[in-house]
């Protein structure tokens, strides 16, 4: 099973500030089978980037993707209120099997 | 827009069988390219893949899970069930059930229901 860790746990920031999550693999993952989510509280996940750096319909340019291999970050270039919320990168192998990090929260400074 | 419904009984006792169905509107079953899946996220946790079903009925389970776990799906009911056996307090957690989109190139969850809350207690 490949295991996502997730950094940091916690990202304390303000609005307008730039955000950096971490998404690192225990083996490699195909980036074409990386995607990114967001939770609010009370809510499903949404997707915000798939494929690794492709973003989903309706999702703002200042989310954007990238890595591959192991390592795989999500950046929020400039946040806004909204975006303060869980954020899960989540891979899918042959088998198939999934799984899931344990969540970046993004919370307000 | 395909929309998901998850039902079923919220509370469960210990060594029971938990029991939830997704019914699917605004699109079909059998469209293709999806996985009908069920995850689940216990309270202030992350979220942990159940399994997953193709229309054609194959079934692909988390192997922590799959001793315990039937996925089944009724086309004519445009619906698909999770049944997990011999829960346990651990089994807590909102079940949601969402929509694999897979291909050569690209796989993720685009569609999830709203979620429910199941509770494992006596």
């Known amino acids: 099973e490949i295991v996502l860790t997730q950094s940091p746990g916690t990202l304390s920031l303000s609005p307008g500030e730039r955000a950096t999550l971490s998404c690192r693999a225990s083996?490699?993952?195909?980036?074409?089978?990386l995607a990114w989510y967001h939770q609010k509280p009370g809510q499903a996940p949404r997707l915000l980037i798939y494929?690794?750096?492709s973003r989903a319909t309706g999702i703002s340019d200042r989310f954007s993707g990238s890595g591959s291999g192991t390592d795989f970050t999500l950046t929020i270039s400039r946040l806004e209120p909204e975006d303060f919320a869980v954020y899960y990168c989540q891979q899918y192998g042959s088998s198939p099997a999934l799984t899931f990090g344990g969540g970046t929260k993004v919370e307000i400074k | 827009q395909l929309q998901l419904q998850e039902s079923g009984s919220g509370l469960v006792k210990p060594s029971q069988t938990l029991s939830l169905t997704c019914v699917i509107s605004g699109g079909s079953i059998s469209t293709g390219g999806y996985l009908w899946t069920w995850i689940r996220q216990p309270p202030g946790k992350g979220l942990e893949w159940i399994g997953s079903?193709?229309?054609?009925?194959?079934?692909y389970y988390n192997p922590s899970l799959k001793s315990r776990v039937i996925i089944s799906v009724d086309r004519s009911k445009s619906q698909f069930s999770l049944k997990l056996t011999s829960v346990t307090a651990a089994d807590t957690a909102v079940y949601y059930c969402?929509?694999?989109?897979?291909?050569?190139?690209?796989?993720?969850?685009?569609?999830w229901g709203q979620g429910t809350l199941v509770t494992v207690s006596s």
């Open positions: 969402a929509t694999l989109y897979t291909s050569s190139w690209f796989a993720y969850f685009d569609n």
């Open positions: 494929g690794a750096s």
């Open positions: 083996q490699s993952v195909s980036s074409s089978y």
């Open positions: 079903i193709h229309h054609s009925e194959s079934t």
